[in-house]
């Protein structure tokens, strides 16, 4: 079945800097990959997603990028603002199975 | 249109008790799912559900029993309750298009 990898567990950066999370998954079959953010105490909610056929989707301080052929993807946060402080997980979908999730990322964005 | 409500948010158990906690979508999603959170280990799915009437095992289903009679519910149940299910519990249901909407979140600790 699929794997997600998940890389760093933590990160901590100074306001105003970029941020980079990186995932890798094991299943060449998969072609969806959300990110969801999760605020401490509250539910995971997605940012942002991604499917196979695109390498790179944008929205505002986000972006994720896809390669399909290293079998990596990627959240980039630029202008971090103490609010982007969360934990934040990627994950990987293949068809109707369920989304596998990595472990999380720990941001810590500092003032 | 509440989403996906879950039903206790916390509930302290000792060993041995039984409980079920009840996932509640009024979005009509086929999908349901049933997460654990611990810290460091991440989303772990636990059992979930492609429509009304099927269940079928995730990734740490020992020690847990679910039921999908209807399709807008989805139920978790503990027969026998131990320390090591003291944990965040998460329902989530699936839009078709691949996002997952979660529930708040349930606490439950295990004495």
């Known amino acids: 079945g699929e794997n997600v990898e998940q890389h760093p567990s933590t990160l901590s950066v100074q306001e105003g800097d970029s941020a980079v999370i990186k995932c890798t998954y094991s299943?060449?079959?998969?072609?969806?990959f959300p990110w969801y953010k999760q605020e401490l105490g509250k539910r995971p909610q997605l940012i942002i997603d991604?499917?196979?056929?695109?390498g790179e989707k944008k929205d505002q301080r986000i972006a994720v990028t896809l390669n399909k052929t290293a079998k990596h993807f990627s959240l980039h946060i630029t202008e971090t603002q103490p609010e982007d402080s969360a934990v934040y997980f990627c994950?990987?979908?293949?068809?109707?199975?369920?989304?596998?999730f990595g472990k999380g990322t720990r941001l810590s964005v500092i003032a | 249109n509440a989403g996906v409500t879950q039903t206790p948010k916390f509930r302290v158990l000792k060993t041995g008790q039984s409980m079920t906690l009840l996932c509640a979508q009024d979005?009509?999603?086929?999908?349901m799912y049933w997460y654990r959170q611990d810290p460091g280990m991440g989303l772990r799915l636990i059992h979930y559900?492609?429509?009304?009437?099927?269940?079928a095992k995730g990734e740490v289903p020992d020690g847990y029993n679910v039921s999908r009679l209807k399709k807008q519910n989805f139920l978790l149940g503990l027969e026998s309750a131990a320390p090591s299910q003291t944990s965040v519990y998460f329902c989530?249901?699936?839009?078709?298009?691949?996002?997952?909407?979660f529930g708040e979140g349930s606490r439950l600790t295990v004495l």
């Open positions: 989530a249901s699936r839009h078709p298009g691949g996002e997952l909407f």
């Open positions: 299943d060449s079959a998969s072609n969806y």
């Open positions: 991604i499917r196979s056929n695109v």
């Open positions: 994950a990987a979908l293949e068809g109707n199975t369920p989304l596998v």
């Open positions: 979005m009509n999603h086929e999908y």
């Open positions: 559900s492609v429509g009304e009437g099927t269940t």
